[in-house]
């Protein structure tokens, strides 16, 4: 048996309610292999597409007067883990059931701590949001405010500060529900950015990129395999050119040299390969593979392997 932490890309679980709902029913069935097998799963996932779609929604609501105010970026990332956990919750206890199994599936709303002084609050990089054309991002920028970047050619999308993980607020309650045979759903969208400040825990405006919390939970909680699972079937290098070499594995120090080479692009491959070294550097291994290979990942049979 296993303790192994899933990360779900938030770009791989769909742009809509139905799509990503049919999206992480096909996913629940390699989730539950991985549990049927006897392993404790914890399930991390990311919501840039989703926590940008609401902040924006709540903006332009709030601007046509049908709310009071706009929804502070702390809140709409609770919104996110709320709206992708029931999701994640309904497909797994829907293939459980199926099987004939049963545990008790549930989504943990968790707080991150983060340094108020970590330089990524005055350079806004993480990508939220649905993409744009730079006609319409430079007159969302216009009208909002918004600072918006060309996205790993897929288009332009707003960013915001990106602050690194320090501490998982919630991670005892994680513990105890996984000793007590739960499924846990946690550090959704990388966990809702917190401070201290003057002894208390206050929410500030940022996305945590959910590769990094999901590499600080899986420390935190002493998980021996993280599996990040996103929209390609493994890492690669020259990616998109003619020369492109898909890998198979990589030791830490492959990937520094890569890093090094700007073989990944920000925003995209770089946090998970930068995600699996942090892990991979406590001696357990990291495997980066796609959603709908998940299964095979789990068993080491697809993806990239990040290891010392």
């Not at 924006?56 to 990332?77: D, Q, Y």
């Not at 405010?145 to 050619?153: C, L, Q, R, S």
């Not at 991670?171 to 966990?191: W, Y």
């Not at 950015?193 to 996305?207: E, M, N, Q, Y």
């Amino acid at each position: 048996m296993a303790r192994i932490v899933i990360a779900l890309g938030g770009n791989a679980l769909g742009n809509t309610p139905e799509e990503q709902l049919s999206l992480v029913t096909h996913t629940a069935s390699s989730i539950v292999d991985a549990i049927e097998q006897g392993n404790e799963v914890i399930i991390a996932h990311g919501n840039g597409p989703q926590v940008g779609m609401i902040n924006l929604g709540m903006s332009t609501a709030a601007e046509a007067g049908a709310i009071k105010a706009a929804m502070p970026f702390p809140e709409c990332g609770a919104m996110s883990q709320g709206y992708i956990g029931y999701h994640l919750q309904n497909a797994i206890d829907n293939e459980l059931a199926k099987r004939g199994l049963k545990k008790t599936v549930c989504t943990v709303i968790t707080q991150v701590l983060v340094d108020e002084n970590d330089p990524a609050f005055t350079h806004p990089s993480k990508p939220i949001g649905a993409f744009y054309t730079k006609e319409q991002a430079d007159q969302i920028a216009k009208e909002k405010g918004y600072v918006m970047i060309e996205d790993a050619g897929r288009g332009y999308r707003q960013v915001v500060p990106s602050p690194k993980p320090v501490d998982v607020i919630e991670k005892d309650a994680v513990e105890k529900l996984i000793r007590n045979d739960c499924v846990v759903i946690t550090v959704g969208g990388g966990g809702i950015p917190v401070i201290r400040k003057d002894g208390k825990l206050v929410g500030t405006p940022a996305v945590i990129d959910k590769d990094f919390a999901s590499a600080k939970l899986s420390e935190l909680i002493h998980a021996d395999m993280l599996v990040i699972l996103t929209a390609v079937d493994k890492v690669a290098i020259n990616f998109g050119k003619p020369d492109q070499k898909n890998l198979d594995h990589m030791t830490i120090a492959e990937a520094e040299q890569y890093i090094k080479e700007n073989q990944f692009k920000p925003g995209s491959m770089l946090p998970k390969v930068q995600a699996a070294i942090l892990f991979a550097k406590s001696g357990k291994k990291t495997i980066i593979a796609s959603l709908a290979n998940a299964g095979a990942a789990i068993q080491g049979k697809s993806g990239t392997t990040v290891t010392m």
